[in-house]
């Protein structure tokens, strides 16, 4: 969507120019600044009367590429009445952001509520990810850590031989101390100790 202002000195003549004039066909959106002196305005007259024109082609072709929109930023302005279909956008007695949130729809420009609306789902989303990796590697740590709690709370075997053992380990250091002891474990087999 391309921006043209008027040149308001070559719409003094009677005629707008071939330069406005292609301006105003190219033109998606017209905005029309309201004021009291709009009416008394004759290239404003003339340059709406033209996108007006506009309008009507499309409205016959079946076309709605086109848009006028009155931003009426005076209370003085009075309604024409060939607008009456079309937008209105007061600006009396509104904070700044409402009326900008109502300009932005026509603009086609992202407002400030849906700039922050598609920002927070971009964060709601990487913040989805990141929990489901976090929960993922917490559910992978909290099952192994079972399953070594599992294998080291296992009962050693019963033999069923003459209950005498086959090799003899001594299990403590030369200091004598208790704590260093490994802890034992068996996986039906065989017996480990487990640095």
């Known amino acids: 969507m391309a921006h043209t202002e008027l040149d308001t000195a070559a719409l003094a003549g009677k005629d707008l120019s071939s330069a406005t004039q292609r301006a105003i066909e190219q033109c998606e959106v017209?905005?029309?600044l309201c004021t009291g002196a709009t009416a008394a305005s004759e290239p404003a007259t003339r340059a709406t009367d033209s996108f007006r024109q506009l309008l009507e082609d499309d409205r016959r072709k079946r076309r709605t590429r086109r848009v006028l929109v009155n931003l009426i930023l005076d209370p003085a302005y009075v309604n024409d009445p060939?607008?009456?279909?079309?937008?209105?956008?007061?600006?009396?007695?509104?904070?700044?952001?409402l009326w900008l949130e109502?300009?932005?729809?026509?603009?086609?420009v992202a407002s400030i509520a849906q700039r922050?609306?598609?920002r927070a789902v971009l964060g709601m989303g990487a913040g989805a990810v990141?929990?489901?990796?976090?929960?993922?590697?917490?559910?992978?740590?909290?099952?192994?850590?079972?399953?070594?709690?599992?294998?080291?709370?296992?009962?050693?075997?019963?033999?069923?031989?003459s209950g005498q053992p086959n090799q003899m380990f001594t299990l403590s250091t030369a200091s004598g101390d208790v704590t260093s002891i490994p802890p034992l474990a068996a996986d039906g087999q065989h017996v480990y100790a487990l640095a």
Do not use: C, H, M, W
């Not at 060939?82 to 952001?97: F, G, P, Q, V, W």
């Not at 992978?140 to 050693?156: E, S």
């Open 30 to 32: 017209f905005l029309r």
């Open 102 to 108: 109502e300009l932005a729809i026509p603009l086609s």
């Open 130 to 161: 990141l929990t489901l990796a976090a929960g993922g590697a917490a559910a992978t740590l909290l099952v192994r850590q079972q399953q070594a709690q599992a294998l080291a709370n296992q009962p050693l075997p019963v033999s069923r031989s």
């Open 116 to 118: 922050v609306s598609r």
């Open 82 to 97: 060939r607008d009456a279909s079309r937008l209105y956008i007061i600006t009396a007695n509104k904070e700044r952001t």
